[in-house]
């Protein structure tokens, strides 16, 4: 038996049901695995008071400390925070906070192996933890997490750190796995886990008939992604008014939405273009499938599920050579471009222009399958865990 305790600042809970979905699959399924017992703790970052007041913080600090979600038991434990301030020491704030915790879940399950699912802060608070409870750990790097994090300073070194310490490393691409290694870390340790994606939820369909269903005519380039200043929307918006008649459907939330309506606006494309805001995962597949085009003119990533998700739905991604993108996206099913407004604009065009086969497509996404994912994860941490 591998018991496994996943600690993840990734994963949904009622007031965020998409924050971490990507985790949250990877460990159901790691729990159907046979002879493999998961438990996860997901920490909960709170400001002191009065800011645990702001709307941000408030619906997370009402979140109940333990609950069954999708037949795993989730750990909600509080630690604190201080936003902007003093951010090289949350890893050890997280630890100092959790250690009681991880206590008494240790009494009544013996786990064999912490699971930290991104590295920062995850990763340092595994290792603050693994030594106290003188249990191995396995760090896993998702791509913000060693892009930014791994730069900033005070945060770099205790990245390294961590590394060094861990029984293991994963990498969600071959790309990723390079930047890790040039931030310091030892190539021999770390093993790519590609994600998985669900086959039956995202999948090709009638496309005409699914724009309709939205309330679509014409074009339709979904982008999704957080409203971040990484993830480019900006440059989406500009591609887009480029390309007349075409609407773009932006799913996702953030600081930059106010910012990107104003943009919309000055472009003269509001009425072309769809605020959704964050949205559940069905809604995703739903969309994925009408949008003649999926774009994600990201400056980093590590390897997006989105790109996967997209091509599972038979529909082709427009994206910069990023991250793992030349790792994912074959010819068949998308173009990789330069950032630029023009570019992008461009690469739609061509792609709605002459549509390219869905199930073709499809094909490229089939090799990232949740059993292969499930089973890489199984051997990985039995190995780190000596089990």
């Not at 949904?12 to 159907?32: C, I």
Request: proline residues 7%.
């Amino acid at each position: 038996m591998l018991r496994v305790l996943t600690l993840s600042t990734l994963f949904p809970n009622d007031a965020q049901p998409t924050h971490g979905v990507f985790v949250e699959r990877q460990t159901l399924g790691l729990a159907a695995v046979e002879n493999v017992e998961v438990e996860v703790v997901a920490p909960i970052g709170v400001p002191p008071w009065p800011l645990s007041l702001h709307p941000h913080y408030k619906a997370r600090a009402k979140l109940p400390r333990r609950q069954t979600w999708k037949d795993i038991i989730v750990h909600r434990p509080a630690y604190p925070v201080l936003p902007r301030l003093g951010q090289r020491f949350t890893a050890r704030r997280m630890a100092r906070a959790l250690l009681p915790k991880l206590r008494e879940i240790r009494g009544r399950f013996p786990f064999d192996v912490i699971d930290a699912e991104f590295f920062w802060p995850d990763g340092p608070a595994a290792m603050h933890l693994a030594a106290a409870l003188e249990v191995p750990f396995s760090i896993k790097a998702r791509g913000s997490d060693i892009n930014y994090w791994g730069g900033r300073a005070g945060i770099g070194e205790q990245l390294l750190a961590a590394a060094g310490a861990a029984g293991g490393l994963l990498s969600v691409s071959e790309s990723l796995k390079r930047a890790m290694v040039e931030l310091g870390m030892n190539g021999d340790r770390i093993k790519v886990h590609y994600t998985g994606v669900d086959l039956e939820r995202f999948r090709p369909v009638d496309r005409r008939q699914a724009k309709a269903a939205i309330g679509i005519q014409g074009p339709l380039i979904a982008t999704v992604a957080a409203l971040i200043p990484g993830k480019g929307q900006r440059l989406a918006l500009e591609a887009v008014a480029r390309i007349p008649g075409a609407t773009l459907a932006l799913a996702g939330a953030g600081p930059d939405r106010a910012a990107l309506e104003s943009l919309a606006g000055a472009l003269g494309i509001t009425g072309r273009v769809l605020f959704m805001g964050a949205q559940p995962h069905d809604s995703i597949a739903r969309l994925l499938a009408a949008a003649d085009v999926m774009m994600l003119p990201s400056r980093s990533e590590g390897l997006a599920n989105v790109w996967i998700e997209a091509m599972a739905s038979g529909t082709p991604v427009v994206s910069g050579d990023v991250g793992g993108a030349r790792e994912a996206i074959v010819p068949e099913a998308g173009t990789l471009v330069a950032l630029t407004p023009e570019a992008l604009a461009q690469a739609a065009r061509d792609l709605i222009d002459i549509p390219r086969d869905q199930e073709t497509v499809r094909k490229a996404a089939l090799r990232f399958d949740w059993d292969t994912n499930s089973r890489i994860l199984f051997e990985h941490l039995s190995r780190v865990a000596n089990c």
